[in-house]
């Protein structure tokens, strides 16, 4: 295993469940060993269920780590996973993030509902308010994010999300070049835009 420079760890955002094409389910697999053979560890929402167990069960099988975060108000509901890693139980959904947030150098989000939907957006707008620096990616598996990028042209085209802020998130169908462009991603500074008109 060989560690991939600026990632020693990287927050998994995903469905707790698994969706309908097993596509779906293989990618979240595949993304969790390809993370574990990179000698990156993973940070899940620590749920056994969906695509959040997949990637678990992918990223422990090549041996790599796992650290799951789960409230307590979920820990039965998500089932939470007890083979990983390290299992954190927390009170709320706010400290579940802010954990995980904390825990991870970067983000991919996998396809997931409301949730996952959340946890992207949340950690995007951090990014935007330098909160912190970590870039975010989307695996487009089956082209699952296609709308959801359309939308964001969408919302820059009629003013919403400024020039610089287009390209805070990431997209690629496949895991290599995702990680690569995450890499290359930079945020943008602060003070270089929040005083523009």
Not at 66 to 88: M, S
Not at 110 to 123: A, I, N, S, Y
Request: a negative charge.
């Amino acid at each position: 295993m060989h560690s991939v420079d600026p990632f020693r760890r990287i927050c998994v955002f995903c469905g707790s469940s698994p969706g309908k094409d097993p596509v779906y389910a293989r990618a979240a697999k595949e993304l969790g060993a390809f993370l574990a053979e990179r000698g990156i560890g993973v940070v899940t929402g620590g749920g056994k269920v969906g695509l959040m167990g997949a990637v678990a069960d992918g990223t422990l099988e090549r041996g790599g780590s796992v650290i799951g975060v789960i409230p307590e108000k979920l820990k039965d509901l998500e089932i939470a996973h007890e083979g990983l890693t390290e299992l954190h139980v927390v009170e709320g959904m706010h400290a579940r993030k802010a954990m995980m947030a904390r825990l991870s150098d970067a983000f991919i989000a996998l396809p997931g509902g409301w949730g996952t939907l959340e946890e992207v957006f949340e950690v995007t707008t951090w990014a935007q308010l330098n909160y912190h620096k970590k870039p975010v990616g989307l695996l487009n598996v089956l082209g699952y994010f296609d709308h959801l990028r359309r939308f964001i042209d969408h919302a820059a085209e009629s003013g919403f999300i400024r020039r610089v802020h287009h390209r805070l998130i990431q997209v690629s169908d496949e895991p290599g070049d995702l990680l690569e462009m995450m890499a290359r991603a930079e945020v943008p500074e602060l003070a270089q835009w929040a005083s523009k008109k």
